[in-house]
């Protein structure tokens, strides 16, 4: 099939290279030229694991192209995925300029029936707005005499796997309203040989929400029993395993830390929250979830305090800054707010990430960056682990503390043993992992 992305961020760009391998014509399309001469030259905006490789294969294949023509990709498409971004706005809406501006371009542009398929995160009843906008936009001569339909196919990637993910997704969900946009759907995603959720528009706009804020409220949860776990001197990891057992219940998503971040997570939150109270529902329960997830990033500060007692001059070693590991995201990433609350208390930072070190450079500063955890580490008072990259979790322990000013370990993750680095001859202070310190 042809096939438009609007919009390549890392939804956009990940859709269209996996459409590409499917062996469908795909036009990636983004208004920032800057980004789309990058892409001519197959350098990647944003780190994700395999995504080079499949970019380049299928760009070599002529399945993939780019371009900042959206006209161009229009008229050559049948089908439009709409992949911009929905930024949050102050007062917890999704920002749906860039959707609307895109609804815009397809009504000048349509030379055929079109399929537009939402993939952005939306709030319920977009569909029917960029319904609206296109049968508005749409010039008089063309208008009763050209066709389209409007589907929601919400995106389920997490960032580090996105690819496969898209391969090997779970679920499919798909919205329509009617029978073509039902089969063009169901046709382009059949090699993929997965379940399809076919369902209403509206239906599938708020599965998206209510997806990412039930998981949203499973790490919320755990973080609060992690907080009971430390008052009562129980560890919550044994906890999360024993309650994880029970298939009503999984393990996933059971990990106490530092809280969430990312792209998704909030917004999505903020989003469905506020479509809740326009609705005429205040959905208390995610006003918890949101508020739970805000303490988990002031109570690490306060354990580095409370470890560490005057915060001034102490030099302290972050290790990660990503929001999560196997991406170079920093968008709402706790490292950022631990950062700000630490300076604010005249500590001396040191910081390594293995993926996210030169987009950090641009937000944040005051900082010294360093080339590995080692050097971050040299002389700290303190080493906090704020992202769970696989490489900390396989850092020479001996090594760590010979060059450590003090041997101690706040682990904002959970990923070492308290016994073990307690052995090791450090003190060790973890998220619900026994009697708060």
């Known amino acids: 099939m042809n096939i438009a992305i609007i919009g390549t961020g890392y939804v956009g760009l990940v859709t269209g290279a996996c459409f590409a391998d499917l062996g469908n014509t795909v ?9 789309i001469a990058s892409l001519k030259k197959l350098i990647m ?9 499949l970019v380049r294969r299928n760009v070599k294949e002529k399945r993939l192209c780019f371009s900042a023509d959206i006209k161009e990709a229009l008229r050559k498409s049948k089908i439009i995925f709409i992949a911009v971004g929905t930024p949050p706005l102050d007062n917890g809406d999704a920002d749906l300029t860039g959707v609307e501006n895109v609804a815009k371009a397809i009504a000048k542009n349509l030379n055929g029936y079109k399929l537009i398929v939402e993939k952005s995160t ?20 063309k208008k009763g005499k050209i066709s389209f339909d409007v589907a929601s196919n919400p995106e389920f990637l997490r ?3 996105a690819i496969n993910d898209f391969m090997h997704p779970d679920r499919i969900v798909i919205g329509v309203e009617s029978q073509a946009a039902r089969e063009l759907l169901c046709d ?8 399809l959720v076919v369902t209403d528009i509206k239906s599938a706009e708020i599965i998206k929400h209510a997806s990412n804020s039930f998981l949203a409220t499973k790490i919320s949860f755990i973080n609060a029993i992690a907080q009971i776990c430390e008052r009562v001197g129980a560890d919550v990891v044994k906890v999360a395993d024993g309650m994880g057992m029970d298939k009503r219940i999984g393990r996933a998503f059971l990990d106490a830390g530092i809280g969430y971040g990312g792209s998704c997570f909030p917004k999505d939150l903020d989003a469905f929250i506020t479509i809740a109270r326009k609705n005429g529902y205040d959905f208390e329960l995610l006003k918890a979830v949101r508020d739970i997830n805000e ?4 109570d690490i500060v306060k354990k580095i305090k409370d470890a560490l007692w005057i915060l001034k001059d102490k030099r302290i070693c972050l290790l990660g800054l990503s929001f999560k590991p196997n991406t170079d995201d920093l968008r709402s990433a706790p490292s950022l707010a631990i950062i700000e609350s630490l300076q604010s208390e005249g500590a001396k930072i040191r910081v390594f990430d293995p993926q996210s070190m030169e987009k950090a450079k641009e937000i944040v500063q005051g900082v010294t960056f360093c080339k590995d955890a080692y050097q971050a580490a040299k002389g700290a008072d303190c080493v906090v682990i704020v992202t769970e990259w696989n490489e900390f979790k396989e850092l020479d322990v001996a090594r760590l503390k010979k060059i450590m ?7 904002g993750r959970n ?9 090791n001859g450090f003190r060790y202070i973890g998220m619900g992992r026994g009697k708060r310190q």
């Open 45 to 53: 905006p944003i780190y994700e694991p395999g995504l080079d490789e």
């Open 188 to 195: 382009l995603y059949k090699p993929l040989k997965t379940h």
């Open 415 to 423: 990923i070492y043993e308290p016994q073990v680095m307690k052995k």
């Open 405 to 411: 000013h003090q041997p101690l370990i706040i682990d």
């Open 159 to 161: 960032e580090g796997q």
């Open 27 to 35: 036009i990636c399309v983004d208004n920032n030229k800057d980004k």
């Open 295 to 298: 303490y988990q990033k002031k």
């Open 122 to 141: 939306v709030p319920v009843e977009t569909g029917f707005w960029v319904e609206h906008t296109i049968k508005v936009n749409l010039p008089n001569a």
